[in-house]
């Protein structure tokens, strides 16, 4: 029998909406949950293969592969390790790291006779270590190896024969709270000779802090990850670039006088650089100092060329922009003899040549976030050397100028051409420049960076976003019950109290 009296219907009307809605919001999560499903049953994650190849490569390409572990712990299905790729993109050998004990794959050059110099992070105890060694790619042998008492460390270049030049970050003194990063040079004579089995900080034989030369304010103050500075080269006798990565600049340190000689881009100014990666010096054939560097969170590659102004000043004018809001989180860029770019396209688990104007002519997916990739013919930085820096010619002396979008690539992930967009993609494109486009952009950046770390290797890029409005919708739907039954659950609490006392 139906109630009749008003209040009793409109009872049973907010009862019966309440249950609506309950449905409603199952029948959206189950939708969700299906549609995840069907995904990541289409999904094929990404391989060690040959993308769009056009134009085969010069020799092999060394890929570093940084590689996701946790707290120490690697996971299997996205090794960190070294990649050699033949002419045509496909794989002509792996050394895999996390079967070594290694946590991440860092910097890897190319080396005169075959070998590479190989960086990697491991763990021994409770502890980060830095490991270096020669490593011969065929045999998987190496010739000589230092564990430095470094935390974390991106770079490591092999200098005079018998250096290691290091970028090293993370060197923080928890009691006094200041950060003791640094620039430093290592003589590994002894391990090269044999008379000497590990390298300590008695070898250190020249090093530069950042404390020194920037206000302990910049990048928000000091902390655990202050500077870190990514990446160091040797451009030129007692001439050192490097990446701290936090200060948004790429500076040249003059060692003879510890001065910084050179600085492009500022803390904070993020139109010029956004936390780079990887910087590549180059000289214009009239001598003018030219930088090409991954802007990494500008998702683009970018070559600034100096205008002398008063004084040793450089007034930075951008010529050339390649991939920008395509490539997702470039760490590398590397120009090579024939005026083509070899770019690490990290979170897009590619490497790309392209051309001057944008046309990829050799591509390779080589997943787990690839750091660093190298050309072994042309030794480290791409043929770069700095007593003869035409080898690798600037876009100005190729009388190219401009912004150009990729083409050409073969789009085997999501996000390229070929392929759909990506989760945020769409959301930059559908409310950039609304009125929540700020907010809007900045989850779509923290989205990009943070959901390949944590997403399972075998589930599909928009099956992690279907999961997680459901879960979202789920909690929403947890909350409403409590706060919609709260009497009804404080009663029960206290009436189970009211036993136990």
Known sequence: MRPSTPAAVSALRDLDRRWYVRGLVLAVVIALVASATALTLAHEPPQLEPGNVDRQANGTTIVAVQGFHFKGEGDKKKP??????????????????????????????????GDVLAVNTMRIGDEGKTQVYRLDPETKERAWEVTLDLTDTHDVDLINGDQLLVANMRRWNGSSGVSNDRLAIYDISGILNGSEEGVSEDDVVWEWYFKDHYPASTDGGMNDDWTHVNDVDKIGPGQYLASPRNFDQVIVVDRSTGEIDLRLGADGRHDTLHEQHNPMYLETENGTPTILVADSENDRVVEYTCAETAGDECEWEQVWVVGEDQLNWPRDADRLPNGNTLIVDSMGHRVVEVTPTGRIVWEAYVPWAPFDVERMPYGDEGGRVYDDPSDAPTMRDLGVSGTYDLRNSSGLTPGTEGGGRTFPQWLKSTFGGTPIGGPVVEFAELWESGSQWIKPVWMAPWALVALAVAALLVLVWAVAELVYQRRRIGLAVRRAAARLG
């Open 80 to 113: 960190a390790r070294l990649v050699g790729l033949n002419e045509t993109g496909n794989v002509s050998w792996v050394y895999d790291g996390s079967k070594r004990g290694a946590s991440w794959f860092y910097d890897s050059d190319p080396l005169p006779n």
